[in-house]
């Protein structure tokens, strides 16, 4: 048994025909590309900062210039420490200022109850990075969804009531977070709902994109 930080791999024994991750990652560690024999495969629990994580195998090619692979089902592990985002508290975004402080008002036929299965989150955390969300429940079933960006500038909340068809949204910031929530919503919906298996990953030094049906087709991004 080898103790260490498990982003590193352990070069000793490379290169490995075989990684496998107990852990969820936010994106793959450049170090198990570069300790994968040429033809390897890396498995591991791909998630989202928004949220929903999906098992990714990756096949590493010849010249281990990169991994593509696609998404084989559901997943809930623990996040990679290093991996593990700062989530601010909400009186940070306010800056003191009584909510809705300078939050514009507008409302939405999208529910955000429909956004929150862990497929959903998964959908919508490809579409927009640096965001995360958080629910404050009320005692009838209602609940705001809160959705907040990491750099703290930002921020979002749509109210969700049983039985509505429109909901109350307030934004502030430079990016409008509940319409980058609900446009990524909207490209899956158009898409025919799809599901984990029409899913995939490229991996290379330079970074990660996630694609639907082909490698030639990205999953677009709002940020």
Same mark, same amino acid.
């Given at each position: 048994?080898?103790?260490?930080?498990?982003?590193?791999?352990?070069?000793?024994?490379?290169?490995?025909?075989?990684?496998?991750?107990?852990?969820?990652?936010?994106?793959?560690?450049?170090?198990?590309?570069?300790?994968?024999?040429?033809?390897?495969?890396?498995?591991?629990?791909?998630?989202?900062?928004?949220?929903?994580?999906?098992?990714?195998?990756?096949?590493?090619?010849?010249?281990?210039?990169?991994?593509?692979?696609?998404?084989?089902?559901?997943?809930?592990?623990?996040?990679?420490?290093? !991996?593990?985002?700062? %989530?601010? =508290?909400?009186? #940070?975004?306010?800056?003191?200022?009584? $909510?809705?402080? /300078?939050?514009?008002?507008s409302t939405t036929t999208l529910s955000p109850w429909d956004t929150g299965e862990w497929f959903q989150q998964f959908v919508i955390g490809l579409g927009v990075p640096g965001a995360f969300w958080r629910a404050e429940r009320y005692d009838n079933g209602a609940y705001t969804l809160w959705i907040y960006s990491r750099d703290k500038r930002?921020?979002?909340?749509?109210?969700?009531?049983?039985?509505?068809?429109?909901?109350?949204?307030? !934004?502030?910031?430079? %990016?409008? =977070?509940?319409? #980058?929530?609900?446009?990524?919503?909207? $490209?899956?919906? /158009?898409?025919?709902?799809?599901?984990?298996?029409?899913?995939?990953?490229?991996?290379?030094?330079?970074?990660?994109?996630?694609?639907?049906?082909?490698?030639?087709?990205?999953?677009?991004?709002?940020?």
């Open positions: 048994m080898v103790e260490g930080d498990g982003r590193a791999g352990w070069p000793q024994g490379a290169p490995y025909d075989r990684i496998i991750a107990t852990c969820s990652v936010l994106e793959i560690p450049a170090a198990w590309l570069e300790q994968s024999a040429p033809g390897a495969v890396i498995v591991a629990p791909f998630g989202t900062e928004y949220g929903g994580e999906q098992i990714v195998r990756l096949i590493v090619n010849d010249d281990r210039s990169r991994a593509v692979g696609t998404f084989t089902g559901g997943s809930a592990f623990m996040r990679l420490r290093q !991996q593990r985002t700062e %989530r601010p =508290l909400f009186e #940070e975004y306010l800056h003191g200022v009584p $909510w809705p402080a /300078d939050g514009v008002k930002s921020w979002a909340s749509a109210d969700y009531e049983h039985g509505r068809t429109e909901y109350e949204v307030y !934004q502030s910031g430079p %990016r409008n =977070l509940w319409d #980058e929530v609900e446009a990524a919503y909207r $490209w899956w919906d /158009d898409q025919g709902r799809p599901g984990f298996d029409r899913f995939g990953l490229t991996v290379t030094p330079d970074g990660h994109t996630v694609w639907l049906d082909s490698p030639d087709n990205p999953v677009p991004t709002r940020d």
